[in-house]
């Protein structure tokens, strides 16, 4: 049985540099369903996999405006992320093509000021670090 990994070893880059303080990433694979059923019968005829999605929504400490005019430029960048953190042999997940959509900024009066930024990518694969 393989031993859980550790959220605070793991690694998310933007293209080739390390998103600096981030606090927490989310991905996900979206699938919708195709399904059909014909006169008669309650159960599906046609129960397909069909048009995917994939999407990134990431949390960290801001520094300054890059990741907002990256928003409003349409910016497309990749995104792995390491969730065991760098290393040969170890897990890595690529998000292409990003198109970052959303971005929103956090300021609590006692606390570090926050932004998330979020987008969808064309694709996602799942391999190693070499």
């Known amino acids: 049985m393989s031993t859980p990994l550790l ?6 880059l933007k293209g080739a ?5 981030a606090t927490g990433i ?4 979206d699938v919708d369903l195709i399904k059909a059923f014909k006169l008669g019968s309650d ?3 046609v129960l397909e996999s069909g048009n995917k999605s994939f999407t990134v929504r990431i949390d960290k400490m801001y520094i300054d405006s890059t ?3 990256d928003v409003l430029n349409g910016t ?5 992320v390491l969730p065991a953190g760098s290393g040969a042999g170890k897990p890595k997940i690529t998000l292409t093509n990003v198109v970052l959509t959303g971005w ?3 300021i609590d009066q006692d606390g570090v000021i926050m932004e998330s930024v979020e ?5 996602i694969t799942f391999g190693t670090q070499s």
């Open 26 to 29: 989310r991905a996900s694979i």
């Open 67 to 69: 990741y907002a005019t």
């Open 76 to 80: 497309k960048v990749a995104i792995d």
């Open 43 to 45: 159960k599906p005829a």
């Open 7 to 12: 959220g605070r070893n793991a690694v998310v």
């Open 104 to 106: 929103d900024l956090t």
């Open 17 to 21: 540099t390390e998103i600096g303080y």
């Open 119 to 123: 987008g969808e990518a064309d694709g």
